[in-house]
């Protein structure tokens, strides 16, 4: 439910068979396949294969009864009629992904189809962006006590936040967002991925990011702006006849999109502004001390004349910029060389500390 967050529960995580998914965390990766394996078990088989060899964590599938969903006739229908896999296909496939280390879960379209996921024991349950206001359906999915995906294409806010609180009051206590745009492919105009912070602060939950933009760079821009989780179709060939392999991502790209991802988790490191280990050595080599512009005898008043700002020699760091002025004024305590870097006991009356 929308509610100002606390200070110590800003995220939570959301916990996944062996995974979880949330703030410090690695991204959670996903291979949407719930169209590319055009109803055959073999070529679904193949997809997790190449999905593992990609580095993904994890397999979404569409489960969806088509006479519970579709109208006879209309263009969802004649493609998701062909698509149902039984239940003894999706326990071949839920092996095959578990023997390759991973999560195999799906978006239920209907009552039917979500009880069969719940007597398959999937570890995660989908909410698609076509069924946020399906609330029925939401309340079901999340009594199940099965953590959720809710993906929120095509929704305003308060759509949003009418499905998380059903899904919250009927007993949901693990909910992951998944900000989306349901156009296939998604023009980069319309992807507002400024949203995912806001999300995530709004509904103090972990938010992720559902693409079909062409490429994967949508992918990386949403990791970089917090998304815990990324989801992009996939296919093994592009070029295939069918729904969704036009804007999927091939196992090359694939590849790329999970390399990306890794990269700039890395590059994100925490929100602690500190020098990076490997730069401590280069702040005195590189930072500008106070150095003697020319031969300096003992005794002399300090100006701006003779003490300059500069890069010091190897090794002979000397006082910060920061204590220019205070320096200016004083008397040198000794003779000092040209480009010498200045030190206390070279000033006199100066700080012995």
């Avoid at 326990?91 to 379209?109: D, M, N």
């Avoid at 559902?210 to 990791?223: K, V």
């Avoid at 220019?324 to 040209?338: C, E, F, K, N, T």
Wanted: hydrophobic fraction near 40%.
């Amino acid at each position: 439910m929308l509610r100002p967050p606390l200070e110590d529960d800003l995220e939570t995580t959301v916990r996944v068979a062996h995974r979880r998914i949330g703030p410090g965390q690695p991204v959670f990766v996903v291979a949407e396949i719930g169209a590319t394996h055009g109803g055959r078990l073999d070529v679904a088989l193949a997809l997790v294969e190449s999905a593992a060899r990609c580095g993904v964590d994890a397999v979404k599938l569409q489960t969806i009864a088509v006479d519970e969903s579709y109208v006879p006739g209309e263009p969802s229908y004649e493609i998701f009629k062909n698509l149902w896999f039984e239940r003894t296909d999706l326990a071949i496939l839920r092996k095959s992904c578990e023997e390759r280390g991973l999560v195999l879960f799906s978006t239920p379209g209907d009552f039917a189809s979500l009880d069969l996921l719940v007597e398959l024991g999937v570890p995660l349950l989908k909410i698609s962006s076509g069924l946020l206001t399906n609330l029925p359906l939401v309340r079901r999915a999340a009594g199940t006590g099965i953590p959720l995906v809710v993906s929120t294409g095509m929704s305003h806010l308060d759509e949003v936040e009418h499905a998380v609180r059903a899904a919250e009051e009927a007993g949901c206590r693990e909910l992951l967002l998944m900000h989306c745009v349901s156009l296939y492919p998604a023009p980069a105009r319309s992807l507002n991925l400024s949203v995912l912070p806001f999300l995530a602060r709004d509904f103090a939950c972990p938010v992720g990011y559902s693409d079909h933009h062409d490429g994967f760079a949508a992918c990386l821009a949403a990791t970089a702006l917090g998304a815990r989780a990324i989801e992009k179709h996939f296919t093994l060939d592009r070029n295939q006849e069918g729904p969704d392999h036009a804007f999927s991502s091939d196992p090359e790209e694939m590849s790329h999109l999970v390399l990306g991802v890794r990269e700039v988790e890395t590059m994100l490191g925490n929100p602690r502004k500190a020098p990076a280990p490997e730069e401590v050595p280069a702040r005195d080599r590189y930072r500008r001390c106070l150095v003697a512009k020319r031969a300096i005898t003992r005794g002399e008043v300090l100006s701006g004349e003779s003490i300059g700002l500069k890069r010091p020699r190897a090794g002979k760091r000397g006082l910060s910029p920061d204590l220019y002025d205070r320096v200016l004024g004083r008397q040198a305590a000794s003779d000092i060389p040209a480009d010498e870097s200045l030190t206390w006991d070279m000033i006199a009356d100066g700080e012995r500390s």
